[in-house]
């Protein structure tokens, strides 16, 4: 005999005990046929069978169930009416690739395309790389597609890995591989075009205007280096931070080299301006990199 589960699953009235697989201490979900059958056609075929009273201190039919507690809590809160369980919230990855697994396995349609949805909206902003990975998996590309446009916004850090490894398992080495080239070629994309920007912007035809270096004379004699120096260190500090973080949303604009008030006053508005369409560029850049998949 299982330990009975917190509520709703405790129900005294209830037609069947889902036990879950979890030993020494398994738990007891007291549960209604007709709610399971409503919600899977795997659990509706299975309740025309006899079902044995496998517990003999139990007087309803017992099913052994592979899944653990907190996947079965989970899913059965999916089954059940908000006004009694509060609709299930996925905290991790890891609970997403459980939870689409028992519905799967339950043939739940509309519970599959929920954590689907839930995996991009809870996951995707923080955890691109295991959004990627579950969504490799599954073979949804548009999914994947979206986890991998944002892991191009995410710093690669050497000590820490970019996703949980119960999530790296889904994929192979290869295929990992192949998403970090995707990010370098982006990178490279990026850092090409904040190049060629700053060739045109010596041009009279640049979008932002004239050149922040063509029309402004420093007065101070000493202690700035002038627009023309800030400016140059400014692009190739630029470039390179394109190259490390190709989906960044802003550019650094802390002094690159020591400038004065004047100078600064004069520089600012105008590299604000060249920063929004330098943005612009470099998505449009990327986009045309070819998609992972």
């Known amino acids: 005999m299982g330990a009975t589960a917190k509520p709703p699953f405790d129900n ?17 979900f007291r549960v209604f046929k007709f709610l399971l059958s409503l919600a899977s056609p795997f659990f509706a075929a299975a309740f025309t069978l006899p079902q044995p009273l496998v517990d003999s201190s139990e007087d309803v039919p017992v099913m ?31 609970d997403v690739r459980a939870i689409f697994q028992a519905a799967e396995k339950f043939e739940m349609k509309g519970i599959q395309n929920h954590i689907r ?3 991009v909206d809870e996951f995707l902003e923080d955890k691109p790389v295991s959004v990627f990975a579950i969504a ?17 916004a995410l710093p690669i850090l050497v000590d820490s890995p970019p996703a949980d490894e119960s999530s790296l398992d889904l994929i192979s080495a290869a295929t990992y591989t192949r998403l970090l ?3 370098k070629e982006c990178g490279e994309a990026a850092k090409s075009e904040v190049i060629r920007l700053a060739e045109v912007g010596a041009t009279s035809t640049a979008p932002w205007g004239e050149k922040p270096t063509t029309s402004h004379v420093c007065l101070k004699k000493s202690g700035c280096d002038g627009v023309g ?18 989906g960044r949303s802003k550019i650094d604009l802390e002094a690159p080299s020591p400038i ?11 590299v604000r301006k060249y920063e929004a369409v330098m943005l612009g560029c470099i998505r449009k850049k990327i986009s045309a990199v070819i998609a992972y998949t």
């Not at 052994?64 to 991790?92: D, Q, W």
């Open 64 to 94: 052994e169930m592979e899944e653990n507690a907190k996947t079965l809590r989970t899913i059965l809160g999916f089954c059940y009416p908000i006004s009694v369980h509060p609709l299930p919230r996925l905290t991790t990855p890891e």
């Open 260 to 270: 004065c008030r004047d100078c600064k006053r004069y520089l600012m508005p105008k």
């Open 229 to 246: 120096n800030w400016w140059a260190l400014w692009m190739l500090r630029s470039a390179e931070a394109f190259m490390d973080i190709p």
């Open 12 to 28: 005294p009235d209830a037609d069947i005990i889902l036990r879950s697989s979890d030993q020494p201490h398994p738990t007891d």
């Open 136 to 152: 490799c998996h599954y073979g949804w590309k548009e999914v994947v597609d979206q986890a991998a446009y944002r892991f191009l």
């Open 117 to 119: 949805e839930a995996l």
């Open 181 to 183: 080239r995707y990010r």
